[in-house]
């Protein structure tokens, strides 16, 4: 029996279909409200003994107010900020919640601190500059980026790590990627220590800007000689380079095979595909802080299956979605394949969210941010299917082209809630046709779906309760829209718009 919808909602979502059809930049999402919500995470996990720093996302009118129930000693709260600064305290979970009040009103959150031995519990969140800066970046242009996170709201929405990625180092001698001769130096000073280029004149007080927002840093390199753009890389001074990112103060490191190829040998001797993660990976969490760590060797040797195992957190299950932006159902579709090695502390990465203003790597160059070549409703799609997939979610675009069409995507609370859920579940695939598919979300609360269309014309769909695992929910959310349907009937059936991904959540009785 076909769902009835309720008569606003349906109002609502005829209007936005409509326009959507059309495939112009329609914003779906409402705007953040003036009273408070606080977003992000329920659940965080840290190392005892280590330094925490927490900024709690949070939206609504300025100035808010914070406040933490049961904050455990050894932490301390800033009320006008709402950022958690300290020392992570001893083995155990930690039940807080905290609280955010303005003019307009109050919001509650539970969250809870699992200090122990797994750190990323939920997908990072954040931004990268590859897809944007390439070899163009500059620490200015890092700094750059954490203010703007921080002023478009997006820190507010739950985005917490600014991670600079290739090219902040030196490079030996100029190269195809490499033509700026202030990027050129000895790669290492006497000491054997890396050597920042000229762009980044200091790295230390980089992450320390990063922290003092309540964010977190992120840094680069490859277990090679060099990295992929030709840069130093850490090779036979990995313990030494573990100890300097961790002395600098970063809380992130992107592992880059790169030219580690070379020192291995043959791709298909998987001790060796291991060995150089094994090793930083132990490196890491030797060190005095918490670092999450990111593999990034391209979906080799099966490294869903390993990852965790040699200490990584999130790794890469294929090659850069930069060269395969019109492939992102079908990169989706592969990646819910891997779904049981998706799990809290252990995150399959399909790559980074490129939409609004991206660059772009054409015939050995880097160019400029342009409008990025998917449709707005591929665009939608883009964050409906990493949010499904409960995969890291890192921003890689041009920050100071950040429009609201692009910013409402990026910070939907309901769909950011359901990839930081803390089941971690990768949605399972069910109903594929030529035409699509529809995506099924176990949640603490309930369910997530997706009903996907491939096709360039909108296309009728249908999902029955019972295939969900919840029969009879008792609410449903439309999440881009941000309006509640009235469940009727057995069933759910929509036109979905071409190339969109509708979201709903399911909420029991």
């Not at 280590?50 to 996302?57: D, K, N």
């Not at 699992?114 to 163009?136: E, F, K």
């Not at 491939?454 to 969900?468: F, S």
């Not at 959310?477 to 969109?500: A, L, T």
Request: aromatic residues 10%.
């Amino acid at each position: 029996m076909k769902t009835v919808l309720a008569i606003a909602a349906l109002c609502l979502w005829s209007a936005a279909a409509s326009v959507q059809a059309a495939d112009e930049r329609v914003i779906l999402s409402p705007a953040p409200a003036a009273t408070p919500r606080i977003n992000g995470p329920t659940i965080y996990g840290a190392r005892p003994g280590h330094p925490l720093l927490y900024r709690i996302p949070c939206t609504g009118q300025r100035p808010l107010t914070f406040s933490a129930e049961s904050l455990p000693e050894g932490l301390a709260l800033d009320a006008a900020t709402g950022i958690i600064t300290g020392t992570t305290p001893p083995r155990g979970q930690y039940a807080i919640t905290f609280h955010a009040h303005n003019a307009q009103g109050h919001a509650e959150r539970r969250w809870k601190l699992v200090a122990g031995d797994t750190l990323a519990l939920t997908p990072s969140m954040g931004y990268n500059h590859w897809y944007t800066h390439y070899n163009r970046i500059t620490q200015e242009l890092m700094e750059q980026a954490a203010d703007i996170i921080v002023s478009s709201g997006m820190a507010d929405a739950g985005y917490q790590y600014v991670n600079v990625d290739d090219c902040w180092m030196n490079a030996p001698s100029l190269s195809k990627y490499q033509t700026d001769p202030k990027r050129v130096g000895p790669v290492r000073d006497a000491a054997g220590n890396i050597q920042p280029n000229a762009y980044f004149p200091d790295m230390k007080r980089l992450a320390d800007y990063m922290h003092a927002k309540g964010l977190k840093a992120g840094i680069y390199t490859s277990p090679g000689p060099r990295t992929c753009a030709g840069f130093g890389g850490a090779y036979q001074h990995e313990e030494q380079d573990a100890r300097q990112f961790a002395a600098w103060g970063f809380d992130f490191l992107k592992y880059d095979w790169c030219s580690y190829g070379h020192v291995a040998g043959s791709k298909s001797d998987l001790a060796a595909m291991q060995k150089p993660y094994r090793l930083m990976g132990g490196l890491l969490q030797q060190q005095d802080r918490d670092i999450v760590f990111n593999l990034c060797q391209y979906g080799m040797g099966d490294v869903w299956k390993w990852g965790a195992e040699v200490g990584g957190h999130s790794w890469r299950t294929g090659g850069d979605l930069g060269f395969e932006l019109n492939r992102i159902f079908e990169i989706a579709l592969k990646n819910c394949q891997l779904r049981d090695s998706n799990k809290p502390g252990a995150w399959n990465d399909p790559d980074y969210i490129q939409i609004g203003w991206i660059g772009a790597q054409r015939n050995g160059k880097f160019e400029m941010s342009h409008p990025c070549p998917l449709t707005p409703n591929e665009q939608y799609s883009f964050m409906s299917l990493w949010c499904l997939m409960s995969c890291p979610l890192f921003y890689s675009g041009d920050m100071s082209k950040l429009d609201d069409f692009t910013l409402r995507i990026l910070c939907n609370p309901d769909l950011i809630d359901i990839n930081q859920d803390t089941l971690g579940q990768c949605a399972r695939v069910t109903g594929q046709t030529k035409q699509g598919f529809v995506l099924v979300k176990e949640l603490d609360d309930g369910r997530a779906i997706g009903l996907a269309n491939q096709e360039r014309t909108a296309q009728h769909m249908t999902i029955k309760w019972t295939d969900t695992g919840l029969a009879h929910p008792a609410r449903v959310r439309d999440c881009w829209r941000g309006v509640d349907i009235k469940p009727v009937g057995e069933q759910y059936e929509v036109d979905v718009p071409p190339r969109f991904v509708e979201v709903l959540r399911l909420y029991p009785g």
